[in-house]
């Protein structure tokens, strides 16, 4: 292999390299930002959820239904 081959070679995985990288920071970024995103909306979802079911608990008259929906 001639040196202007093996200096060729090595811009192109240079290149390679750091248009990889660019791509794997790009990707890492996203699906930080994505699950970020998705936490948030599962923690509103979840408040969401506990605040109907204790206004469900604190509408109910009957001892039974009281007792199923603190389970």
């Known amino acids: 292999m001639q040196i202007e081959d093996m200096i060729f070679n090595l811009t ?3 290149r390679h390299y750091k248009l990889w990288s660019e791509a794997c920071e790009k990707h890492q970024r ?4 994505l699950a970020q995103y998705r936490r948030e909306s599962l923690t ?3 408040r969401a959820r506990i605040a109907l079911l204790e206004e469900q608990l ?4 009957n001892d039974k239904i009281r ?3 603190q389970a």
């Open 12 to 14: 192109e995985l240079s």
């Open 30 to 33: 996203r699906t930080r930002e």
């Open 44 to 46: 509103t979802s979840h």
């Open 58 to 61: 604190g509408q109910a008259s």
């Open 67 to 69: 007792r199923m929906r």
